[in-house]
């Protein structure tokens, strides 16, 4: 019974905080799938914490520790904290831009092991199969108790693993910041959900989860400053801080290479057809750049310099590579217009040019070149 003050007063604070954070996504303008998960996590948190609450009114006598108070306050517990792991890692894949995660069909299959334990644990009043209450009104694990372990701490984990992964994969080096950061910081609420599992009547559950909810919305916040919102590549700032970190050092090897790709008559599409449709082509655009980018060639930054305008900052070993890597990107935007059945032609000219370590140059000067590179392009492109 002593301990039942101290918890609730932990858990009543926790949701102090995450209202602020729920206050803030509701009144944002950004409404990114990112954020619309975030926020049905924060709803789903301040549920499990009031059922916290709930639960230690009945483990302390507050409210009669009847069956039936029993079943019903580990029921909310555990139905919800599943239904939170299963929306964390949502988050962290949208985070990553992975498409697949964007489709609802696939979003219902992840959250099925969510819906399994769930169901679990509505039924465990009378098939006792996760937990069960005995004769001296105790409640006791059931044969099927480790499946309400697996699911939350599952999610939480492939969420980790799949990121770091990612992160030391060559082909996402641009990206290997971020993907380190959703990779590790799994790590806390793991660690706080195991010791509250030992401790079960010390609060750990909710000051990991309140951390972790507090990561996310700094880091969508930092994509959301970071990154194109139309294109969803990085910006033309990110670009320059990129680009600066690429110049002071040379890695054995490699040399550096910008691309500055450039859409072909952009202005035409969006006098016949209209601005959106003009925006739908630059997406579909960073799309083909991205998808050409992944590749193990090389090591290579995305950004949208400005208006109709990417930049690629490519680390290869040869200029043949880095045409090559142009070559690609035509193609790959040439594919996508016949994919999509436009009405028009899209295409895109790209200029190249490489940095003299030896020699080196300002960034301005750096850009100026393959901007250069990329008028004689044009003027080719155009005879």
């Not at 919800?80 to 985070?95: D, G, H, P, R």
């Not at 044969?143 to 990612?166: D, E, Q």
């Not at 940095?355 to 008028?375: G, H, T, V």
Request: glycine content about 4%; proline content about 3%.
């Amino acid at each position: 019974m002593g301990y039942v003050f101290y918890y609730i007063e932990a858990y009543a604070a926790c949701i102090f905080l995450l209202c602020i954070v729920q206050f803030k996504i509701f009144k944002g303008v950004n409404k990114q799938l990112s954020q619309v998960y975030l926020g049905k996590l924060v709803t789903v948190l301040i549920f499990y914490f009031f059922a916290e609450i709930f639960w230690a009114l009945v483990d302390g006598s507050v409210i009669p520790s009847t069956r039936s108070m029993l079943y019903i306050s580990n029921i909310f517990t555990y139905v919800l904290l599943s239904i939170a792991a299963y929306l964390w890692f949502v988050i962290s894949e949208i985070l990553q831009n992975v498409k697949y995660i964007e489709n609802d069909s696939n979003r219902l299959v992840l959250s099925l092991p969510a819906w399994i334990s769930s169901i679990l644990c509505i039924s465990a009043y009378r098939t006792g199969l996760v937990y069960y209450v005995d004769e001296n009104n105790i409640l006791q694990n059931g044969r099927l108790y480790v499946i309400l372990v697996i699911v939350p701490f599952g999610y939480l984990i492939a969420a980790s693993i799949k990121a770091l992964y990612r992160g030391f994969s060559k082909e996402k080096y641009a990206e290997r910041n971020i993907y380190f950061m959703i990779g590790v910081f799994p790590v806390t609420p793991i660690i706080f959900g195991v010791l509250q599992a030992l401790y079960w009547r010390i609060p750990f559950m909710c000051y990991g989860a309140v951390v972790a909810v507090y990561y996310m919305y700094i880091t969508s916040l930092e994509n959301l400053i970071s990154l194109d919102p139309l294109t969803q590549v990085n910006n033309r700032n990110q670009m320059l801080k990129y680009l600066v970190s690429k110049v002071k050092d040379q890695e054995n090897g490699m040399s550096l290479f910008l691309l500055i790709v450039d859409v072909d008559k952009l202005k035409n599409i969006n006098e016949t057809y209209g601005h959106k449709e003009g925006d739908r082509a630059l997406v579909r655009v960073a799309d083909a750049i991205k998808s050409v980018c992944q590749g193990p060639r090389g090591r290579c930054f995305v950004a949208r310099y400005g208006g109709d305008e990417f930049v690629v900052v490519a680390e290869m070993a040869y200029r043949a590579e880095a045409t090559w890597l142009s070559d690609q990107i035509r193609n790959a935007v040439k594919k996508a217009a016949e994919d999509t059945l436009d009405k028009y032609n899209l295409s895109v000219s790209v200029g190249i040019a490489q940095y003299d370590y030896e020699s080196p140059i300002p960034l301005q000067s750096f850009i100026a070149r393959a901007d250069s590179d990329l008028y004689k392009q044009k003027k080719v492109n155009v005879v």
